[in-house]
């Protein structure tokens, strides 16, 4: 039977009715619920769910820091709760499910964005004292995407999820070198089920204007999600894309966000493969939703990108992807990125 959560909702007004939701025996046999909330929409969230939700208790996140999540998770184990709801962007939803896997308990994720498919998948990202690292945790029980506030969100957190799960094509075929090259384990289910969540948003015409095109892309990035807790590791969403994403939020920390950053890797390693046609598809889509496509989009020169090349592969120690198959050196990844200016630039 497949890991997968008990349902999922992706409408308008769904925040106002998870009252419905967590009435699900499934989810809470008592009644007793914890809801976390982020600290730029807490107030409103706050006001959204009080009809729904009654006497819930609310705790605040003020961030995405390991420290939150522990304190959270302390405070939830003092209050015996049944089961814990975040509600928010990336970083509050990931400090709420390592917050709810320290307090033994099953954590429902109310998205209020779509930057990323953390909203479903196993792996928490948080923030510490060294920098920033990754943490397994169990997905959520159940998955809310709130379209109103989605509408209300940044159009840049919106249009990174498009980048976050694109940059799964390229993620697919690091893997399948991977297995040809070393023999690595790979699940076919796990690759179906990201290829066709990335498939489903790179065709299409429309934009996050649209309620339909909202609705795949949240399906889409939960999918996603749902393909690493398949895979076991975020093989199927994570390759030399997220390498070089990686590289770069270290050397220059602050320069972009993870969706634009995840197409710009998937792009760049496409022009590696040499693989024009699959280059010209995620470029295309990329610049459709208004997402970075050369490194002087993001505002790094062609010899700050070629660092972050070098960087990439020790990001991921193990891992083989294009990046570690090609072996260049620092002058060839120049040239190479020379070259793949010239061959997407605008």
């Known amino acids: 039977m497949l890991p997968a959560p008990l349902t999922m909702e992706v409408r308008r007004g769904a925040i106002a009715q998870l009252g419905s939701l967590l009435a699900d025996s499934r989810v809470a046999t008592s009644g007793r619920v914890a809801v976390a909330v982020g600290a730029g929409q807490g107030d409103r969230i706050a006001s959204v769910i009080a009809p729904s939700l009654g006497e819930a208790q609310v705790f605040r996140v003020p961030d995405g820091s390991v420290d939150a999540a522990v304190t959270l998770g302390a405070d939830l184990r003092k209050g015996a709760y049944e089961a814990l709801v975040g509600i928010g962007g990336g970083k509050t939803i990931d ?37 920033k690292g990754s943490f397994g945790v169990p997905m959520p029980l159940a998955i809310v995407v709130d379209l109103d506030f989605v509408h209300d969100a940044p159009p840049s957190l919106v249009r990174s999820g498009v980048g976050d799960v694109v940059s799964n094509l390229s993620a697919i075929e690091d893997w399948q070198l991977g297995n040809t090259e070393r023999g690595e384990p790979i699940d076919g289910l796990a690759c179906s089920m990201a290829r066709t969540a990335a498939e489903a948003v790179v065709g299409r015409r429309d934009s996050i204007e649209s309620d339909a095109f909202l609705t795949v892309l949240a399906e889409a990035l939960i999918l996603s999600g749902m393909s690493m807790v398949i895979a076991g590791s975020s093989r199927p969403s994570s390759g030399g894309d997220h390498e070089i994403l990686h590289a770069v939020d270290q050397l220059f920390p602050g320069t972009s966000n993870h969706g634009e950053l995840a197409g710009i890797g998937a792009a760049f390693c496409f022009f590696l493969r ?73």
């Open 95 to 131: 400090a709420t499910k390592y917050a709810a896997s320290l307090a033994g308990i099953p954590m429902v994720a109310v998205a209020t964005n779509l930057s990323h498919d953390g909203i479903c998948s196993p792996v928490a990202s948080l923030t510490h004292e060294s920098g």
């Open 274 to 346: 040499e693989d024009q046609r699959r280059l010209t598809q995620v470029a295309d889509c990329l610049r459709q939703h208004e997402l970075p496509v050369t490194p002087v989009d993001i505002g790094l020169t062609a010899e700050q990108f070629t660092q972050a090349v070098m960087l990439a592969p020790s990001t991921r120690p193990g891992r083989y992807t294009i990046l570690e198959h090609l072996r260049l050196s620092e002058s060839e990844i120049r040239d190479r990125v020379e070259d793949y200016v010239r061959a997407v630039g605008r």
